[in-house]
């Protein structure tokens, strides 16, 4: 994922955290990976994957295209 798009995916996810009170924590245990991982995908370090992306937009209830919207846009 192209690193300014990573920033928009990860912006909108933790928009998406803090709307409905979740923590990063929680989402790692609720996704099934590491707290390590999960931290790893919002600093940059990890892409995350497809079907990530899909659990995310399922998780919050939300289309996949929602987490690529550019805020403002």
């Avoid at 996810?13 to 609720?30: A, E, H, N, W, Y």
């Avoid at 099934?32 to 995908?41: E, L, M, P, W």
Wanted: proline fraction near 0%.
């Amino acid at each position: 994922m192209e690193n300014n798009l990573n920033k928009v995916v990860n912006g909108n996810v933790r928009k998406l955290l803090m709307d409905s009170g979740i923590t990063l924590t929680q989402m790692g245990k609720d996704m099934g990976i590491a707290q390590r991982t999960v931290y790893k995908h919002f600093s940059g370090s990890y892409d995350f994957r497809m079907s990530q992306l899909e659990w995310l937009a399922d998780y919050f209830g939300v289309e996949v295209n929602t987490l690529f919207v550019v805020n403002g846009d």
